[in-house]
T-cell receptor, first 114, second 112 residues
Framework: NAGVTQTPKFQVLKTGQSMTLQCAQD?????MSWYRQDPGMGLRLIHYSVGAGITDQGEVPNGYNVSRSTTEDFPLRLLSAAPSQTSVYFC?????????????FGEGSRLTVL | KQEVTQIPAALSVPEGENLVLNCSFTDSAIYNLQWFRQDPGKGLTSLLLIQSSQREQTSGRLNASLDKSSGRSTLYIAASQPGDSATYLCAVAPSGNTPLVFGKGTRLSVIA
């Protein structure tokens, strides 16, 4: 059982570069989301999706784009990386609703922006 | 706006001790409350989910209680073990269709 798979696990970028963090789940979950976790700030929601073709902004969406063309995949795009985007990013999914059921997390992607 | 607070931020206990982790939330109108565990360098793992109509949930040595009227939940860990060392996060669902609101967690160390 793969669950929620995030790639890459580690990435170093220079300021201004763009990249995509990949997230895939094999549980046929409708709900997928991206969080960032920073020391002292806890988990903050970036974007989320309640189904294919539907996305919405979370608490800290600026500088990030998402799309949901399939049920399985929910990539997070950094358009022009900034040092403030240095963080650990987590993808999470749930079978129904945004919080009606158990939330499954990936292992995280650690991003450093120089 | 719903806010979730977990105090203390860190806790250290000797092995074998029973312990309680606390979670408080500002708006009692919740859909459910979830407790998660996070090991260093890893993602979060769901431990217990309590629906708003429930008072408690149990899984092995873990028992979570919910008191909506007072805006509180507790996670009780019986006979703690070094393997229980991790960060425990509480999260509240304002509704079934809105994302969870997380606390910042309590970092637990169980000393052998």
């Amino acid at each position: 059982n793969a669950g929620v798979t995030q790639t890459p696990k580690f990435q170093v970028l220079k300021t201004g570069q763009s990249m995509t963090l990949q997230c895939a789940q094999d549980m046929n979950h409708e709900y997928m989301s991206w969080y960032r976790q920073d020391p002292g700030m806890g988990l903050r929601l970036i974007h989320y999706s309640v189904g294919a073709g539907i996305t919405d902004q979370g608490e800290v969406p600026n500088g990030y784009n998402v799309s949901r063309s399939t049920t399985e995949d929910f990539p997070l795009r950094l358009l022009s990386a900034a040092p403030s985007q240095t963080s650990v990013y987590f993808c999470a999914s749930s079978w129904v609703g945004a919080s009606a059921g158990e939330l499954f997390f990936g292992e995280g992607s650690r991003l450093t922006v120089l | 706006k719903q806010e979730v607070t977990q105090i203390p931020a860190a806790l250290s206990v000797p092995e074998g001790e029973n312990l309680v982790l606390n979670c408080s939330f500002t708006d009692s109108a919740i859909y459910n409350l979830q407790w998660f565990r996070q090991d260093p360098g890893k993602g979060l793992t769901s431990l217990l989910l309590i629906q708003s109509s429930q008072r408690e949930q149990t899984s092995g040595r873990l028992n979570a209680s919910l008191d909506k009227s007072s805006g509180r939940s507790t996670l009780y860990i019986a006979a703690s073990q070094p393997g229980d060392s991790a960060t425990y996060l509480c999260a509240v669902a304002p509704s079934g269709n809105t994302p969870l609101v997380f606390g910042k967690g309590t970092r637990l160390s169980v000393i052998a």
